[in-house]
C-alpha cells in the first residue's frame, strides 16, 4: 500500500525522514475514489491505497 498523509504539514514531516527536499505531491483523493480507486483511512493522518494512477497526482508548490 502507498501511505498518503492526509495533510500537507503531515506529508512533508513525513517525507524529511528520507530527504532534505521534499517534493509533495497532491492526491485528488475524491475523483480517483469516484472512479472506483479505493482509499482507505487508516488514522486521521494517514490514509492507504494500493495504487493511484497518475491522472490523480499533481506536485504541491510551496506548500500552497
Request: a negative charge; charged letters at 20%; proline letters at 3%.
Amino acid at each position: 500500500y502507498a501511505h498518503l498523509s492526509t495533510s500537507y504539514d503531515k506529508a512533508v514531516e513525513a517525507a524529511l525522514v528520507h530527504t532534505d527536499n521534499p517534493v509533495i505531491l497532491e492526491v485528488d483523493a475524491d475523483s480517483a475514489q469516484n472512479e472506483g480507486i479505493m482509499v482507505i483511512t487508516a488514522n486521521e493522518d494517514i490514509a492507504l491505497a494500493r495504487f493511484i494512477p497518475a491522472e490523480y497526482l499533481s506536485v504541491v508548490e510551496n506548500g500552497s
